[in-house]
């Protein structure tokens, strides 16, 4: 009797590591498909709106290109070109330049992501009424869980990222495909002659 169950009990535990281990590789190839239709390479602009944290609710155009973007909301602009990060707040005149870490990024990036989930996240997926919903989670500082709205045509709707117990959600109403000049993810202080610029590198 006791072989028996135990025999069982490996059967279960094999059964629920296989399901487990297709439920990430399902994840993945759906995220990867999402990532193959963007075409972050080429350029992509989007509409998005912003709420949780210390955003109250934003809704703004971003543009991307690689791992750079441009962000635009009625209170503030960011460009980042790869490493350099410059924050203008409209209503202070005031520019803030940074080097961000992957999670500061994430906040005003929901593509950002693509970046991350082929290394240091655990995968899984479940279907949602409109497509699939993929959860990731890691054990690493800055972004520890996150949740993908992607529907069935493999476009990303919405990202939702918890830091500490704050959660975030980004979503995105609309996307086209563009060509920029890398010169759209830089400040140009020659369009902001007044503001004031504060060096936090």
């Known amino acids: 009797m006791k072989r028996i169950t135990y025999i069982l009990l490996i059967t279960l535990l094999v059964a629920l590591s296989a399901k487990a281990a ?28 912003i709420t949780g944290g210390n955003f109250g609710k934003q809704s703004g155009i971003i543009a991307i290109k690689g791992n750079k973007f441009n962000a635009r909301t009625d209170n503030a602009i960011i460009w980042y070109d790869g490493k350099t990060q410059w924050l203008y707040n409209k209503k202070n005149d005031e520019v803030n330049i940074s080097t ?26 479940t279907n949602a009424a409109s497509g699939y919903q993929i959860h990731l989670t890691s054990q690493k500082k800055g972004i520890s869980e996150m949740y993908v709205l992607i529907d ?3 476009n990303i709707k919405q990202v939702k990222i918890r830091q500490r117990q ?19 993810f830089r400040f140009n202080s020659k369009d902001y002659p007044k503001a004031e610029v504060i060096d936090l590198r």
């Open 152 to 154: 069935k045509n493999y």
């Open 22 to 49: 297709n439920t990430s590789d399902t994840a993945r190839k759906t995220l990867d498909k999402a990532a193959s239709k963007i075409g972050l390479t080429k350029g992509v602009s989007a509409s998005f709106t």
């Open 166 to 184: 704050q959660w975030i959600t980004i979503t995105i109403s609309s996307y086209t495909h563009k060509s920029f000049s890398d010169t759209e």
């Open 100 to 125: 961000p870490s992957p999670s500061q990024q994430q906040n005003m990036n929901p593509y950002s992501f693509l970046k991350l989930y082929k290394s240091g996240y655990t995968l899984s997926q």
